[in-house]
């Protein structure tokens, strides 16, 4: 058990709806990672944030925003989904911005 | 642009059969390269973190070993319960972030 948590595990919906994935990072961590994998792209970043801020940028689509909160837990948010966003979300915690990262179990999404 | 680049896709090994999974990267100042595991349905699992060309770490039945274009996750006798995907990542100088190789799929064998 890493201590980063990820909700909901599984989730099916429909093209064009909107989805939200939490992430708790472990305690006392300040950073929190957002990756997407998927079979033929395999893990690709998406976005940092560091202490409540937007610290780095990956190619996440503009239809996906995420957000740290004040107690450290942070949420991304997929809009206007399409087949293709169909992947596994990953959220990976670290106490710095140079210290390992630590996996939650990952949100698989569908859309059909 | 940083990349990593791991090889072989998939590897199957018997019970015991020692080898080796590489993995190669090219990036703009090493600050870190990673190994993770990952089963199947899970999270990567953090391994190890190498820094410097020489070094190496050693958990239970695996090694790793980094030199300046490579590193390499020598695995020792293993077991069937060491069956998973083998991540290899770097983060260069200026980001936060670690680019991830697509994996090595080992198989072990009883």
């Known amino acids: 058990d890493s201590g980063v948590t990820q909700t909901p595990k599984h989730l099916i919906t429909a093209t064009g709806q909107r989805v939200t994935l939490r992430c708790s990072p472990r305690s006392g961590d300040l950073s929190v990672y957002w990756y997407q994998q998927s079979l033929d792209q395999g893990l690709q970043f998406l976005i940092q944030?560091?202490?409540?801020?937007?610290?780095a940028k990956g190619n996440i689509l503009e239809r996906f925003s995420a957000q740290q909160f004040p107690d450290l837990h942070s949420e991304l948010n997929l809009s206007s989904l399409e087949l293709g966003d169909s992947a596994l979300y990953f959220c990976?915690?670290?106490?710095?911005?140079?210290?390992?990262?630590?996996f939650g179990e990952g949100s698989r999404l569908t859309v059909l | 642009e940083d990349q990593v680049t791991q090889s072989p896709e998939a590897l199957r090994l018997q019970e015991g059969e020692s080898s080796s999974l590489n993995c190669s990267y090219t990036v703009s100042g090493l600050r870190g390269l990673f190994w993770y595991r990952q089963d199947p349905g899970k999270g990567p699992e953090f391994l190890f973190t190498l820094y410097s060309a020489g070094e190496e770490k050693e958990k239970e039945r695996l090694k790793a070993t980094l030199t300046k274009k490579e590193s390499f996750l020598h695995i020792t006798a293993p077991k069937p319960e060491d069956s998973a995907t083998y991540l290899c990542a770097v983060r260069n100088q200026g980001a936060q972030k670690l680019v991830f190789g697509q994996g090595t799929r080992l198989t072990i064998n009883p």
């Open positions: 990976a915690s670290s106490l710095s911005n140079t210290g390992e990262l630590f």
């Open positions: 944030y560091y202490n409540g801020e937007e610290r």
